[in-house]
């Protein structure tokens, strides 16, 4: 059955997942084959190969509400691997723009996860993905963090300044509007999935400021975005390769 918002009925077992629509076509050009197979408000999917391996990827748009649309329906199409490939803005000094924030887990400041259940369920990362990312972005020598980050559903709140120093004192590393949503209802659809933000902003800049430059596409956010699409590919095709033993 075709999917009312994605508009798919069917897709591969390893899915990437990018916010804007405009990164499926970023992607597409690292893969075989690849092709558009629907485009339908913020969701846009396309399919392609990788070394071989079957790859879907569907944007999500901005927010949770969003994103966790477009999983329940992808995993209705097949779905069961998922890497979220997106943004973030940095809680901590040491982290550059172009770094990549690899999510161990994170906070459920997003409204759309507290639909399905209460606070006190974790967001975490699926093991498996999380176990390739890490390894993958060692291999590649890509700078990268490891740890914990906040998901939100609003860039514009008039205290997010002091929001941001209070993460920057318990150790999160960033914020994105996405990885909570996913984590929360893979864990509680039985699906896996990891995610990777690409640092677009630097701690206590201005979040236009920075969102600015990342439009205009400067050099080192753009090296980012290409670094987080390929440690993607390369981990989900190293499960696939165990999954093919």
């Known amino acids: 059955m075709i999917q009312p918002h994605i508009q798919c009925e069917k897709v591969s077992k390893m899915v990437l997942l990018p916010g804007d629509p405009k990164r499926v076509d970023k992607v597409m050009t690292f893969l075989d084959d690849a092709k558009v197979i ?21 944007s999500t748009g901005i927010g949770g509400a969003s994103a966790c649309i477009a999983m329940e329906e992808l995993i209705s199409c097949g779905a069961e691997y998922f890497v979220r490939i997106g943004s973030a803005g940095a809680a901590q000094e040491n982290i ?3 770094d990549l924030i690899i999510s161990m887990a994170s906070v459920r400041e997003d409204g759309a996860s507290s639909m399905y259940i209460d606070k006190s369920y974790p967001a975490v990362a699926n093991y498996e993905i999380l ?9 590649l020598k890509y700078d990268h963090h490891v740890g914990i980050t906040r998901s939100h559903d609003s860039f514009y709140i008039d205290n997010e300044i002091e929001l941001m120093q209070y993460w920057n004192k318990k150790n999160v590393l960033g914020s994105d509007m996405e990885t909570a949503t996913l984590y929360a209802i893979g864990a509680l659809r039985g699906v896996k999935v990891g995610s990777i933000l690409n640092n677009v902003v630097l701690y206590n800049n201005d979040v236009k400021d920075g969102v600015n430059e990342y439009v205009n596409e400067q050099d080192l956010a753009q090296r980012g975005e290409e670094r987080e699409i390929i440690l993607a590919l390369e981990a989900l095709y190293e499960i696939h390769k165990k999954d093919l033993a």
Do not use: H
């Open 38 to 58: 629907a485009n339908n408000r913020e969701f846009k999917s396309a399919i392609g190969k990788y070394k071989g391996m079957d790859i879907t990827i569907t």
């Open 96 to 98: 550059k723009i172009g």
């Open 131 to 139: 176990e390739a990312l890490k390894k993958k972005a060692e291999e």
